[in-house]
């Protein structure tokens, strides 16, 4: 039968599995002729691909919407979309802005912010977990790492929003994004400026501050990485949060154990089951030939970190939902050097939330089926809405 896989499709949003099953299986360097790409979805494929910056080159984005793709993808996303020696440089430099000490000192705001929208979720029993939860927190510690004043961080969330929204049949940015980019960056840049003349212990300040980084970052640079910051790590942590309360839900053997207090397991799990970061684009740095199929230099190349985590060479049993399963090996936020930088964050921003959770909410909470939505994306994967009802304990 044709095997056809086309990133934008709606119904490969809504059950991407079976189809990565038979590109892993009949096509594992696929080539799609129309959209101008290849995949691999095999899990020594990707992994090996994620490794070799010299062959697999990020310098045109991770992204293939056609206004995001090209040499300048490093001003929207910056040293995600570079290769080194000048990604090596970039990414040291934000590193010692964006500090374990940072990120561990941002725990109780986490916890804070998290009770305050629970306490208001609990009170109605039935709420949408991902409108009034799950969307909400992530973008609220980003603003906060950043130093986003608390009355400016709705709107800005709400920019953030728009300018990550896409819309149905559309394969590229749609303008209404652009203009709320365009926004948001106007926004930043007076914040910028602020922190420029008197400094907070906040991330913009560190980044504008020479001695800290170490060097002077232009204006653009500086945009292009708070942009990548809330680009890479609002939406990712959101859909982490929204696919765990789900897949518990599901298999109920398995949310006993995470209500049990093994949320450790229940987080890794879901990044290796329904991994929010599904797909990642790289250009071929040279001819390549795999699996017997021609690649030649210039190439786009779409790495399925969502497929390689479903590949039973590596995980037995790989469609089962397991939290006791070793998941050691799960490349869900990438491998080798543009391994994800906020990998801690999002880590500890999932463990305070579902921590809060088993303590406040009985183990038998529902999700309405039938109004369900799923958010449509090339790179990410998660629900837009998830209807839950909730008994508190
Ligand atoms: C919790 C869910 C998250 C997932 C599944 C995830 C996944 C990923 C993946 C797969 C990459 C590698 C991209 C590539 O190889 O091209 C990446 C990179 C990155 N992520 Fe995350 N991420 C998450 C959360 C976050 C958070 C919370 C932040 C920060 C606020 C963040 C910031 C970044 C940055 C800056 C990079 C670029 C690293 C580089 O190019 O050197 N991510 N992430």
Redesign the pocket.
């Known amino acids: 039968m044709n095997l056809l896989f086309n990133p934008y499709d709606y119904e490969f949003h809504d059950d991407p599995y079976p189809l990565y099953a038979r590109l892993r299986a009949e096509a594992p360097a696929y080539r799609n002729e129309e959209l101008d790409f290849w995949a691999l979805s095999r899990y020594s494929d990707v992994a090996a691909a ?1 490794r070799d910056f010299e062959t697999f080159s ?1 310098a045109n984005g ?1 992204m293939i919407e056609p206004s995001v793709w090209g040499p300048e993808a490093w001003k929207f996303t910056s ?2 979309a570079m290769d080194p020696p000048r ?1 090596t440089r970039m ?1 040291a430099l934000i590193s010692r802005a964006f500090t374990p000490r940072r990120v561990a000192a941002l725990e109780p705001r986490i916890r804070g912010v998290g009770g305050r929208y629970l306490d208001a979720a609990l009170e109605r029993g039935d709420f949408d977990f991902m409108a009034d939860l799950a969307a909400r927190l ?1 973008m609220d510690v ?1 603003s906060e790492l950043m130093g986003v004043p608390g009355s400016d961080r709705p709107e800005v969330r709400r920019l953030a929003d728009q300018m990550l929204h896409r819309e149905e049949g559309m394969r590229d940015v749609p303008a209404a994004a652009v203009e709320a980019a365009l926004a948001l960056s106007e926004y930043y840049l007076g914040l910028l400026a602020e922190r420029r003349r008197s400094p907070a212990d906040d991330l913009i300040s560190a980044l504008a501050d020479v001695d800290t980084v170490g060097a002077h970052l232009t204006d653009d640079e500086l945009m292009a990485v708070l942009f ?2 809330v680009g ?2 609002s939406e ?2 959101t859909h ?1 949060l929204g696919s765990a309360w789900y897949w518990a839900w599901r298999y109920p053997v398995q949310r006993a154990d995470g209500f049990g207090g093994n949320v450790t397991g229940w987080i890794e799990e879901t ?1 290796r089951f329904d ?3 599904q797909v ?1 684009a790289r250009t071929a740095a040279r001819d390549l030939q795999l699996h017997g199929v021609r690649i030649p230099a210039g190439g786009r190349i779409l790495l399925l ?1 969502g497929s390689a985590s479903r590949d039973g060479r590596v995980f037995p049993r790989p469609d089962h939902y397991d939290l006791r399963r070793d998941t050691s090996k799960h490349i ?3 491998n080798g ?2 391994f ?4 801690a ?2 880590r500890l921003e ?1 463990r305070v939330t579902l921590e809060q959770l088993v303590r406040r909410v009985k183990p038998s909470y529902e999700i309405d089926p039938d109004r369900i939505t799923r958010v449509h994306s090339v790179n990410v994967r998660g629900f837009a809405t998830l209807p839950t009802s909730v008994t508190p304990r």
């Open positions: 994620f990020s991770v040293f995600v990604h990414r992530p980003i990548l910051l890479a790590g990712t942590t982490l990044l991994s929010p970061a990642v970190a869900n936020f990438g050097r543009h994800c930088l906020g990998a964050l999002g999932a």
